[in-house]
């Protein structure tokens, strides 16, 4: 049996990896989030490292404290999740500093216009034969936007639920009523790829890493 951990504090990822109905622990990965965007030539790249990071400090944090306290745990499966909205001229859209910030992303890089949400996921596990095995991938999902005039876009930003949202937008929410297609998993875009999950854990078991 496995000791299986979300590297995340995301309450929409915790949403989603319940409906699996499976026992696991939320310990949310304290890596900064500081990766210079210039020195990858991709957005997936950026955010497929920025995924493993996370994953990574939780699995040494975790093993850490284990040899400290001389603890024989069961093998350890961390769960690692980052997610960024890129919109159609490039630029990589995390989550707003500040309630103008936002107001300006839905205006100038979402407004009438399609962008491009990445979730990098990251497995850390440990296999059977105590061997540390890494998978990770990268789900993209194009979303396009209605046009949105200015009062709504203030009215929508009043509400607090662009601020911790990346792209400025959360698609389960309020701004479900902005989109006007979406091509890709729709899981991906509130920031899980449940499908995704999904395969890489049945590649492992048929790898015999568990």
């Not at 955010?47 to 699995?59: F, M, Q």
């Not at 929508?156 to 949202?165: I, L, N, R, S």
Request: with cysteine; net charge negative.
């Amino acid at each position: 049996q496995y000791r299986i951990i979300l590297a995340s504090a995301s309450p929409r990822r915790k949403e989603l990896l319940d409906r699996l109905n499976i026992e696991y622990e939320v310990i949310p990965s304290g890596f900064a989030e500081d990766l210079d965007k210039s020195q990858f030539a991709s957005a997936k790249g950026y955010v497929l490292e920025t995924a493993c990071k996370k994953t990574e400090e939780v699995y040494n944090r975790i093993k850490r404290e284990m040899e400290t306290h001389q603890q024989r745990w069961r093998r350890l499966l961390v769960i690692g999740a980052d997610t960024i909205v890129v919109s159609s001229d490039g630029t990589i859209l995390e989550k707003p500093a500040s309630a103008d910030e936002a107001a300006a992303v839905l205006r100038e890089k979402l407004s009438g216009k399609s962008n491009i949400v990445h979730t990098g996921i990251c497995l850390f596990v440990d296999g059977a034969d105590d061997e540390l095995s890494i998978e990770k991938h990268v789900e993209s999902t194009k979303v396009t936007f209605h046009a949105l005039d200015g009062a709504l876009i203030d009215a929508y930003v009043a509400t607090g639920e662009p601020m911790d949202k990346a792209g400025s937008y959360a698609y389960q929410s309020l701004a479900g009523f902005f989109v006007k297609e979406i091509s890709g998993d729709y899981y991906n875009v509130v920031g899980f790829p449940c499908a995704l999950f999904y395969q890489i854990l049945s590649t492992l078991h048929k790898r015999g890493v568990f």
